[in-house]
């Protein structure tokens, strides 16, 4: 049965009764597998512009290199802008030596990006795409993460921020739809951040820039163009390490991050109108070291946890907040902790929509959670 | 029109091959040394059925391609897609000069040597369209296209490199006088990977041949501005090297002939660099043009274009006629219409195979979902 048909098989069929299929095989495949919710523009902070996500973060970065004169942006293709426009006026407005391309050398990179780091200029580093950070994975995790701890705080890199292109985009197939944030996850002296939004997105860009670690920073790269929002034109900071609690709720909590909080965001809605349940949705915001307290206060008071990432499922970064919050609140939960998350193969070509953990899935675990 | 290729038809038919040539020799640019006294022979010969046979070759790639580029902007094939046209000479040139059972590895650009290397035109294209007719059931798509002796197909850069001497050092191994030709990009050389493997090639004397098919730009960066010394050939340091001319199909199959001597001959690894040029963009989503001018296409176009160049070789040299080669081209263009089709039309691999493949076990076990009620059988 052709992968389409089985699947409309599938949702048609079953119990989560009828629900809206695209009409046509375009129409199917260019279906994005959410919705982009924009925040309210935040007041506190000044002028408003609407921007997306990457305007957002070319924003934050002329904030950050004209507050700081040692700030050097560096990477494949940044000078002209970018494959991804993140970094488009930057080079005609601070200059060459401030804003300049690197060879094909990803390993180079972070290695050059913690010597400049070391001296305590600014390096913003930037990876083409997160599935190209791994012939970097040893500078990061026996270099970058190690040093200050190795020197006894004699040294550090913590002027170092590596930003990078981070899960799926619809075609991206293996190698362009990777979110290797749980391989990091697992390294003391990183941090790791993933913003769901262009405001988001400025304020914990700039917060990692700013954070005395080395931080690496995923954008997801399906809502470069699709999330607009009013963000701040001035500088502002998100603390890292704090998750947001952005709907309140009683039966189920549900954390994301990245792309995936709209997806949830979906899940909450029709959670409410089709069973009544009242969900908790907390974006995580940064992994690494990430905010145990905001999770497991919320599952205290609902009971029941859902987490979900494109990541594949077997050590995925859910499995260790799931560890975590059977610990702290074992006697509070009233059902398993719920996974929803990519399968255990590489990320398929031609498989992607079927891959995803979409709203139906997670709405599916949900409901099962529900009833247990 | 019909009539006019009626008679032209007639007219070739009633030329017998004594008409024609046999094969003809034709000198070809001498190629730059490193580390080398000698270098492969100022001159080639061509035969009459090689040409067609190699005219062929080419002219289908070149389709290929297109058709491909035209598959892509109807939304067809989706996801990356890295053509080749404009470097068909260095495929075609390359194989002509190894043996079918000689090893070859090379990076995403890999529709060409994918054809070469003894796939078909429509597995080729059902793969791109992610069908299950294609070379790697659909599941690969354009970067991992895989055949017997070629190993992809290999999206990460330079990535490749490493691989390529692993297979010469069990060429080596097995003793069957296997060579393996390890391809990397302009771009890709400047990954440290690679400087790794020309040490381990050359301190055990690996049968392997590295070939850094210099397109001038890495995606969109110059060579200028990203390598610190353009002389690929020369970056093996202590590996001998070669530029040769990749525009010209004989200049790049001699080379070729040259270098696997060598390393047949047990003295280890050679580098040759052969300075191509590609049409297109990097992939479909780069126009091509922003970080060099159209007049640069055109020009390469008119003056380096390798299929023009070999067909009017043989055409001047009276080894095949111009009608014959029209023939050919309309044979090609039916060919891959009749591919395209299959590609569009053959159904999508079915679930199942989401899960298949993913280790090498036996019994099947079973791939955890997306949450703990979903999960899916690994049959193999």
Redesign the interface.
Same mark, same amino acid.
């Given at each position: 049965m052709g992968l389409r048909r089985a699947a409309v098989a599938a949702l048609e069929g079953g119990l989560l009764g009828r629900v809206p299929v695209p009409s046509s095989a375009a129409a199917w495949r260019h279906a994005a597998h959410f919705t982009f919710q924009p925040d309210p523009a935040p007041s506190a902070h000044g002028q408003t512009q609407k921007m997306n996500l990457f305007q957002s973060i070319t924003s934050a970065l002329d904030n950050a290199l004209a507050k700081d004169p040692t700030a050097v942006i560096f990477g494949e293709d940044v000078a002209f802008g970018g494959v991804f426009r993140c970094t488009v006026g930057l080079r005609d407005k601070y200059g060459k030596d401030r804003v300049f391309n690197t060879p094909l050398c990803e390993q180079g990179i972070v290695g050059f990006g913690i010597g400049v780091a070391v001296t305590g200029a600014t390096a913003i580093a930037e990876i083409q795409f997160a599935d190209y950070i791994f012939p970097a994975f040893d500078q990061i995790v026996n270099e970058a993460a190690k040093y200050r701890y190795r020197s006894g705080d004699l040294f550090n890199c913590g002027s170092l921020t590596i930003r990078a292109p981070w899960g799926c985009v619809g075609h991206g197939a293996l190698y362009h739809s990777q979110s290797p944030e749980a391989f990091f996850a697992h390294c003391p002296g990183i941090k790791v951040v993933i913003p769901r939004s262009p405001v988001q997105a400025k304020g914990l860009l700039l917060s990692c820039i700013e954070d005395k670690n080395p931080c690496i920073f995923f954008e997801p790269k399906i809502l470069y163009r699709a999330a607009v929002e009013q963000v701040p034109v001035e500088s502002y900071y998100i603390p890292l390490s704090q998750a947001e609690v952005l709907q309140e709720g009683s039966d189920v909590t549900m954390v994301a991050w990245g792309t995936q909080v709209h997806v949830i965001k979906d899940v909450a809605t029709m959670a409410q109108e089709k069973l009544g349940v009242s969900c908790e949705i907390i974006d995580l915001k940064t992994i690494l070291p990430w905010d145990t307290e905001t999770v497991c206060k919320s599952v205290v008071k609902t009971g029941r946890l859902l987490i979900s990432h494109e990541a594949p499922l077997t050590g995925g970064f859910a499995a260790e907040i799931s560890s975590t919050v059977q610990e702290e609140c074992f006697l509070n939960l009233e059902a398993p902790i719920s996974r929803v998350c990519g399968y255990d193969t590489p990320f398929p070509h031609i498989f992607e929509p079927f891959y995803i953990p979409d709203k139906w899935k997670c709405y599916d675990a949900l409901r099962q959670m529900i009833n247990y | 029109m019909g009539a006019v290729s009626e008679v032209a038809r007639v007219v070739v038919a009633s030329r017998t091959y004594a008409d024609f040539a046999s094969e003809a020799t034709f000198e070809i640019k001498k190629c730059d040394l490193h580390r080398l006294e000698e270098g492969p022979p100022a001159t080639a010969v061509l035969t009459r059925e090689e040409g067609l046979h190699y005219y062929k070759t080419m002219q289908t790639i070149r389709r290929m391609e297109l058709k491909a580029d035209q598959l892509y902007k109807q939304?067809i094939i989706?996801?990356?897609c890295h053509l080749y046209d404009g470097q068909e000479a260095c495929c075609v040139g390359l194989e002509a000069a190894i043996k079918p059972t000689d090893h070859l590895i090379t990076a995403y650009r890999a529709h060409g040597y994918t054809f070469t290397r003894g796939t078909s035109v429509r597995e080729i294209l059902a793969e791109l369209t992610?069908r299950k007719g294609g070379c790697a059931k659909?599941?690969?798509?354009s970067?991992?296209m895989y055949a017997k002796n070629f190993y992809g197909g290999n999206?990460?850069?330079?990535a490749q490199v490493p691989l390529g001497a692993g297979i010469a050092l069990a060429c080596k191994y097995f003793g069957k006088d296997e060579i393996c030709l390890t391809l990397y990009g302009d771009?890709?050389a400047?990954?440290?990977?690679v400087f790794e493997t020309y040490n381990m090639a050359a301190l055990w004397k690996l049968p392997c041949i590295f070939i850094c098919e210099n397109n001038r730009y890495?995606? @969109?960066?110059s060579v200028e501005?990203?390598?610190a010394s353009t002389d690929y050939y020369k970056r093996g340091d202590y590996i001998p090297g070669l530029r040769i001319d990749g525009m010209d199909l004989l200049c790049v199959r001699e080379a070729t002939k040259f270098a696997a001597e060598h390393c047949r001959s047990g003295k280890g690894p050679i580098l040759m660099e052969l300075q191509t040029y590609r049409y297109h963009g990097h992939s479909m989503s780069d126009p091509g043009v922003?970080?060099r001018t159209r007049e640069e296409i055109q020009e390469v176009r008119s003056k380096s274009d390798p299929i023009t160049l070999l067909k009017d070789r043989m055409v001047n040299n009276n080894l095949a006629s111009v009608e014959e080669l029209k023939e050919i081209d309309v044979e090609v263009r039916k060919e891959i219409e009749e591919a395209a089709q299959f590609a569009t039309t053959d159904?999508?691999?079915?679930?199942e195979?989401?899960?298949n493949h993913?280790y090498c076990n036996d019994p099947p076990f079973e791939?955890? @979902?997306?949450?703990?009620?979903?999960r899916?059988k690994s049959a193999c």
């Open positions: - | 939304k989706r996801g990356f992610g659909g599941k690969g798509g970067m991992h999206g990460i850069v330079g771009g890709a400047n990954q440290g990977q890495g995606m @969109g960066t501005r990203a390598a922003s970080y159904p999508e691999p079915p679930l195979e989401l899960s993913i791939v955890r @979902g997306p949450n703990q009620w979903i899916y």
